[in-house]
């Protein structure tokens, strides 16, 4: 191979190996929470004991919740979900 064909390629290989995606976004710091069965549940592989919780249904907030929406909304058509 000639030598400006291999360039390119060396080019990339190189800018390639010298990426580290998010090399400095990190924060190392103690987790305050390990152990706890609340936060992580009994084991790695549970649920956490917070997520069993159960919370009656209130229909007054699902009226407000859709005045709001009318209020932000107006004239546009509401997709609800994601």
Same mark, same amino acid.
């Given at each position: 191979?000639? !030598?400006?064909?291999?360039?390119?390629? @060396?080019?990339?290989?190189?800018?390639?190996? /010298?990426?580290?995606?998010? *090399? %400095?976004?990190?924060?190392?710091?103690?987790? !305050?929470?390990?152990?706890?069965?609340? @936060?992580?549940?009994?084991?790695?592989?549970? /649920?956490?004991?917070?997520? *069993? %919780?159960?919370?009656?249904?209130?229909?007054? !907030?699902?009226?407000?919740?859709?005045?709001?929406?009318?209020?932000?909304?107006?004239?546009?058509?509401?997709?609800?979900? %994601?």
């Amino acid at each position: 191979m000639k !030598l400006k064909n291999l360039l390119p390629i @060396v080019a990339l290989a190189l800018v390639a190996t /010298a990426c580290d995606y998010q *090399k %400095n976004n990190r924060i190392k710091q103690k987790d !305050l929470h390990a152990g706890d069965e609340y @936060v992580y549940g009994v084991h790695p592989d549970s /649920a956490a004991a917070q997520t *069993k %919780n159960t919370y009656t249904a209130k229909p007054e !907030l699902e009226v407000r919740a859709n005045a709001i929406r009318e209020k932000l909304f107006q004239g546009k058509e509401i997709s609800k979900g %994601n």
